[in-house]
């Protein structure tokens, strides 16, 4: 795999403590309605706040990333970690959004499309692990320093896993998408697939994103149309939705801070 919004309107941010009911964060995707500042992009220039002012970036409490910890409830349930690993998996999470600019719930998001959320083992035979580090002379896998032998990936808790991701974030720069604020999900998950689509601002513009991709990331979810970074963004919601309710009947319950973006 490998790796771009224009357009201008102000969205306000859920208030803290706010509930946000799963199902109807796809919908509100697919429909252009305000949705978590997460699941939205940035513009090309924007003006965009720390949500959580005074404190460094990848710092909250657990109820301020909902998306992550109904993620890590599940992965623990399904075997993918230990729950007493699950604190460090956490820490380190935070860690990784704090180095290199980045919404804990959109890593997570991430990872239920890659790897069904963290699932260390998760492999499609050419992809490895939980954001996939695929081989080749060029990909994820060869970034990290597993070139040669990326499947031994999968033999990785998840805690180690995360420092090849951090790793390979590190090589492809995403912390640069971050330096007005926080990278957005969008250039979060083209950095995974194909880091040089990350170029083209645009919002509807297809993307030359290689490889199979799931039909859900393509536009109206037509398995031949192209990827945009408006399908790409309904698609994680979507996921998400689909896989964490189906997980459990509550809803994600908290939020950022109040606050607003310009695009």
């Not at 239920?112 to 499609?124: H, Q, T, V, Y």
């Amino acid at each position: 795999r490998y790796i771009s919004v224009t357009g201008v309107q102000t969205c306000a941010l859920p208030i803290s403590g706010q509930v946000i009911a799963l199902d109807s964060l796809g919908s509100k995707a697919a429909s252009g309605q305000s949705i978590p500042i997460s699941a939205r992009v940035a513009p090309e220039t924007a003006e965009r706040r720390d949500p959580s002012p005074g404190r460094p970036l990848g710092e909250a409490s657990t109820l301020a990333n909902p998306v992550l910890e109904k993620t890590l409830d599940r992965a623990v349930s399904l075997s993918y970690m230990s729950a007493e690993e699950r604190d460090a998996v956490r820490g380190k999470i935070m860690q990784l959004a704090a180095d290199h600019r980045f919404r804990p719930d959109d890593l997570a998001l991430v990872s239920l499309i890659e790897s069904d959320g963290f699932n260390p083992r998760a492999s499609n035979g050419r992809c490895f692990g939980v954001i996939q580090f695929c081989d080749g002379a060029d990909r994820v896998a060869a970034t990290v320093g597993y070139r040669e032998t990326p499947k031994a990936i999968t033999g990785l808790p998840v805690l180690e896993q995360l420092d090849l991701v951090s790793r390979y974030f590190t090589e492809t720069g995403l912390r640069d998408f971050g330096r007005t604020g926080t990278a957005t999900l969008d250039d979060l998950y083209l950095t995974v697939l194909t880091p040089a689509a990350r170029n083209d601002r645009r919002l509807d513009s297809p993307l030359p994103i290689q490889g199979s991709q799931a039909s859900v990331l393509k536009v109206d979810g037509n398995p031949q149309a192209p990827i945009t970074r408006r399908s790409l963004i309904q698609g994680l919601w979507q996921t998400a939705r689909d896989k964490l309710s189906a997980f459990s009947a509550n809803n994600i319950s908290g939020a950022t801070a109040q606050g607003e973006v310009k695009r």
